[in-house]
């Protein structure tokens, strides 16, 4: 057997083509829609990323503006950058890059995003709300990967779904969002006791942990359908390794995402589209 790929590059690349229409509609009737991203540090790969959201923006007409603010930064400032961003009428999305140097409390500045500018889906209270079931806006990669198994047309309902990793950006709410359409999840760990009896009971393995290459082929149920999260720099090695081993796994299993090319750019694209979404609901509430 080998693995069909799921192919996470041509389909943020659809996504994106879609958003397109939506955004020339806001831009007719004078809604520019506009995120906003807060980076506080110097560490690259956080930089990388900031510019690779902006030039996505670019793409399909969302403006995008970044607040840099030095690695030694106070909480105060960058609390009062967040509750400018929050009143500012022309910025429908707010995004906090993370991570955020570690002397700041970051679930505070989290708490401090508007509920309607929390693209990212990440804070407290957008948490909180895909718990209750009534989240505005749900974290960006969870909800890119059942975009892209939706467009897969893998079925999720009643299928048992193991996720290993539970961070809060991340696998925990993923979990919720396989709950929500009806998978039975079982969430898994680095500390979780024979963690290969677990995941080949999985239909649908989501590897989420950032251990690289910690998931191999013997680990895999076979036909099961495998999502690989994670980003790794391995020494030695050049480019990013996911969390799965990705040709033993691809042996295996039935579908498989790609290390890059996968869960990534799926990420990307649904940052794009929740601030489009929340431009939108901004338009209705005038």
């Known amino acids: 057997m080998s693995a069909t790929l799921l192919d996470g590059a041509a389909t943020a690349a659809q996504i994106r ?3 397109k229409p939506r955004v020339q509609r806001l831009r007719d009737v004078g809604v520019v829609p506009k995120l906003s991203v807060v980076i506080i540090g110097d560490d690259p790969a956080s930089h990388t990323y900031v510019r ?20 030694n930064a106070t909480q105060c400032e960058a609390e009062e950058v967040i509750d400018h961003l929050n009143v500012d009428d022309s910025v429908h999305g707010i995004l906090l890059q993370h991570p955020v140097p570690k002397h700041l409390d970051e679930i505070r500045l989290l708490n401090q995003l508007s509920p309607d500018k ?18 505005k ?5 969870p909800l890119g990967i059942v975009e892209l198994l939706d467009r897969y047309t893998i079925p999720l309902e009643g299928k048992r779904a193991v996720v290993v990793g539970r961070s809060i950006i991340l696998g925990k709410p993923l979990a919720l969002l396989l709950l929500q359409r009806h998978a039975t999840v079982t969430v898994c760990h680095t ?78 694209a649904m940052l794009l589209s929740n601030t489009v979404r929340a431009a939108e609901m901004r338009l209705e509430m005038r």
Not at 118 to 135: N, Q, R
Not at 137 to 141: D, E, G, P, R, V
Not at 240 to 265: M, N, R
């Open 191 to 268: 500390r979780t006791r024979d963690l290969p009896s677990v995941t080949r009971e999985a239909e649908i393995l989501v590897a989420a942990c950032g251990r690289a290459e910690l998931i191999t082929g013997d680990m895999i149920r076979p036909g099961a359908v495998v999502v690989d999260a994670g980003y790794n720099r391995v020494e030695g090695r050049s480019g990013d390794v996911g969390d799965v081993h990705f040709e033993s796994a691809s042996q295996v299993a039935s579908y498989i995402t790609p290390v890059p090319g996968g869960v990534g750019p799926m990420t990307i």
């Open 52 to 71: 690779m959201k902006a030039k996505a923006c670019r793409g399909v007409g969302i403006e995008s503006e970044t607040y840099t603010l030095p690695h």
């Open 118 to 135: 929390d693209v990212d889906g990440i804070s407290p209270a957008s948490l909180g709300a895909l718990v209750a079931g009534v989240a």
């Open 17 to 19: 083509e879609g958003l």
């Open 137 to 141: 806006f749900i974290a960006c990669t």
